[in-house]
């Protein structure tokens, strides 16, 4: 006997007939939009769409007959609207604002309410598919809610954001390298390699040493198009206005991601720090383009990673993405003004590692949030070993899990060695729940589970990296993760990120040798670490407990009464 897909099982449980045409999958009833007239239904499929019609159980829209569709058809509520948002129409609309779209005959008041609502889909007068939020999704301001293989928001996607799927390029050559030893000499390398053409995003720009290199190429005549982050934690600073303010009086396009009077930001934060020189090699990195990420060679910075990947292929995947993410309405010229700031000097180190060259290399692009699910993804194939290096690791809000970090746990309970590595820069271990008790829990979630599994704090200062900047990942010793992607909720769910995955053994010897030389340099965590740690989750755990005896007492109290 033929059994169905599991695909076509799910659209079945959705839809509730075999006959249907259509199905609902994807809806945005809580837009940023003053009034939500952007507000809009997609249904996707293929036939006849008389006698078709779209209802929230008070008002309806069906189509005009004779008309059909082949695939996915947006309708909007005001078509002028959305297209203010989207910078295109929809193929309909049910409330009249735009001659050249087509108008839905509409009975009633049709308008999604934000909190709870539904959305039926009738064909010939027989229901076929309904959702219904609070139920299929839990409805969020600015989010459109969406279905991908039977599941609806398999992850927050936000209004404007990209939708790039994974893609793999193989044959790949590039050159891989750590911050603070090789950094400063391979971001020079990389903006040198440009002949007509420098595409720049990164979280922030405040080295003037990276400035001069980027004005050099304004000097070459090589065009220069740089996207900031319009509200890094703290506001732009005085020296990244002065970078950004000279490169753009040398001829330099620079432009800044923020939410303006017309457009939100599409994503929380701009947190990539790549470049691409001529479409023909990229350059990706942990690291902000700080005298921090990249000091004179001999100079400490921080622990970070970088490759520069020179592959056509992977420099015009990422420069789509620079294209998707520089233009839209949150996207605008920078106005600031600011002197270029003088440079500093960081104490004294000692390089340990030079750059190693790999060829023929498997790389993966991930992007957040886009592809972000790529990371725990490469954790679930660990095999042998699992290291990693973080500046630091939280919980979800509201206390749920971390999926990174449980797929890390989970990899050390099928006998994978994990190792990992945290920073322990005063800012994240001078507070009751950051890295030094993440590391102290790990430990003792695998020591009362026997697990193969370690956690450590950097070690940073004199004759060290000043801190551990890094958010990277080496899987069985050939697959490193490069990244921008912090291990906490923002970052792969709300922010733009950017990094790749090489599957490289010449890329795999290189940072494993610079991540085992950072381990055996943090050492085990002190015991008085430890001992911290447990009293902090003590003191957690019984303000927990007097917050369920608490809420006990008041639903009782609800009861009698």
Known sequence: MRTLPAALVLCLLCCGTVTAAFTITEVCPDTWYKGEADEYIVITGTGSLTGVSVSDGEGSARFPDGDRAAGRIVMAQQAEAYRTVHGAYPDYEWYDSAPDVPDMIRTGTLKLANKGDEVILREDGQETCRITWPGDFVC????????????????????????FTTVSFCGVSGTAFAAPDASREMIGKAIRLADSE??????EFADPNIATYVAAALDDDVSVTIL??????????????GVAAHLREKGAAVYTMETTESTHARYRYDHAKYIIADREAVLLTSENFKESGFPDRGRAGNRGWGV?????R??????????????????????????????????????????????????TPVLA?????????????????VDIQQAYISNWTKGAPNPYLEATMDAARRGVNVRIILDSYWF???????NDEMAARINAVAAAEKLPAEARLARIGPGYPDKLHNKGVIVDGDAVLISSVNWNENSPSFNREAGVIIESPDAGAYFSAVFSKDWEDAGPLPDETAAEADDTCLRQE????VILLLFIGYCIRRRVH
């Open 140 to 163: 969020r301001e600015g989010q459109l809610h969406f279905r991908e293989d039977g599941v609806w928001d398999p992850r927050p996607l936000m209004i404007g954001q990209s939708r």
């Open 198 to 203: 420098l595409l720049i995003n990164v979280y």
């Open 228 to 241: 900031l982050e319009g509200g890094p934690v703290g506001g732009i600073g005085t020296a990244e206005k």
């Open 308 to 312: 520069i990947i020179t592959d056509q």
């Open 314 to 363: 992977v420099a015009d995947y990422f420069a789509e993405v620079f294209t998707a993410d520089v233009t839209g309405g949150d996207v605008v010229p920078f106005t600031g003004a600011g002197a270029l700031p003088e440079e500093m000097t960081g104490d004294a180190y000692k390089p340990a590692f030079g750059t190693q060259s790999f060829d023929n290399a498997s790389v």
């Open 369 to 385: 949030p886009d592809t972000a699910y790529l990371i725990p993804a490469l954790i679930e194939k660990a095999e042998h070993s």
């Open 428 to 434: 994240n271990i001078e507070g009751e729940n950051d």
């Open 542 to 545: 019984i303000a927990a407990g």
